[in-house]
C-alpha cells in the first residue's frame, strides 16, 4: 500500500535542504587573466612602441590571442560553476514536503552497479511493485555496530515513510516503522542490459516479485536471478 501527502516543512528538514544550496562562488579568471595580459602583452608591446622595433604586428597577434583564450575560458567557467538549483529553491520558497507513506509485504534486491547505489522492488498490494534505487539507501539497508562492523539495517522493511521535496525531489528523511522484510530474491543485471537503467527511482507498475522477471520484460528490461 502507497499513500502521499504534503504538509509544511520543518526546521530541520528545511535545513537539510538549504544545505545543498549553499554553494561557494567560484573566483573568476579575470583577474588572473588581466594580470597576464598585461605583463606579457601591453608591456612588451609598449617596450616596442618606445624602442621602434619592428615586431608590433607580433606582440598584437599575441594579444588577440590572450583576449579570444580569455573569452573562451570565462565562457566555460562559467558552465562548469555549480549554479544553485531552481527546483530547491522553489521548494524552500514553498515550504512544503511531499511524504509516502510505503506498506512493503515483500522484497527483492539488484545488484549494484558500479557505485550507483541499492535497488530493491517491493510488493506494495493491489498487484503494484516500487521500484526503489539509489545511494541514499546505504543509510538505512546497513549500519555499523560497536565494533564498527557493517550489518544488515532495517530495510527492506514492512512500513516506512519516505519524506521527500516536491520539485526537487531531494530526500530529506527516510524512516523505518516496521519490521525488517527478508529479501524473497536477489537478481543481477546483465551485461548487455541498458534498459534497467531507464527506471527511475520511485516508478510504480504493474507486477508482483513471483512473476517479476516476466513484468519487467514488458517494459524491455531483463534481469539474471542470483538465488
Known amino acids: 500500500m502507497l499513500t502521499t501527502e504534503y504538509r509544511s516543512m520543518t526546521s530541520e528538514e528545511r535545513a537539510e535542504l538549504s544545505r545543498g544550496l549553499k554553494i561557494k562562488a567560484a573566483p573568476t579568471p579575470l583577474r588572473i587573466w588581466i594580470g597576464v595580459w598585461v605583463l606579457f602583452v601591453v608591456f612588451p608591446w609598449l617596450g616596442c612602441l618606445i ?12 594579444c588577440t590571442i590572450g583576449i579570444l583564450a580569455y573569452a573562451v ?20 520558497a514553498e515550504g512544503n514536503v511531499e511524504v509516502v507513506h510505503v506498506e512493503a509485504t515483500a522484497a527483492a534486491e539488484v545488484e549494484e552497479i558500479e557505485d550507483l547505489g541499492l535497488n530493491f522492488f517491493l510488493e506494495i498490494g ?3 511493485l516500487l521500484f526503489l534505487s539509489g545511494q541514499y539507501l546505504y543509510d538505512v ?4 555496530d560497536k565494533n564498527e562492523v557493517e550489518r544488515p539495517g532495517r530495510f527492506p522493511n514492512t512500513k516506512f515513510d519516505l519524506v521527500r521535496a516536491p520539485h526537487s525531489r531531494q530526500l530529506l528523511r527516510f524512516e523505518c516503522l ?6 524473497a530474491k536477489k537478481y543481477r543485471v546483465p551485461r548487455q542490459e541498458k534498459h534497467f537503467f531507464e527506471l527511475q527511482d520511485g516508478q510504480i507498475f504493474p507486477g508482483t516479485l513471483s512473476t517479476l522477471e516476466q513484468d519487467l520484460r514488458k517494459l524491455g528490461v531483463r534481469l539474471e536471478s542470483c538465488s
Open 51 to 62: 624602442f621602434k622595433r619592428e615586431n608590433n604586428t607580433a606582440v598584437l597577434f599575441f
Open 73 to 92: 575560458i570565462e565562457r566555460g567557467w562559467k558552465r562548469w560553476v555549480k549554479k544553485p538549483p531552481v527546483a530547491s529553491q522553489r521548494d524552500l
Open 126 to 128: 493491489e498487484s503494484k
Open 141 to 144: 539497508a546497513y549500519e555499523m
Open 178 to 183: 516496521g519490521e525488517p522484510l527478508r529479501l
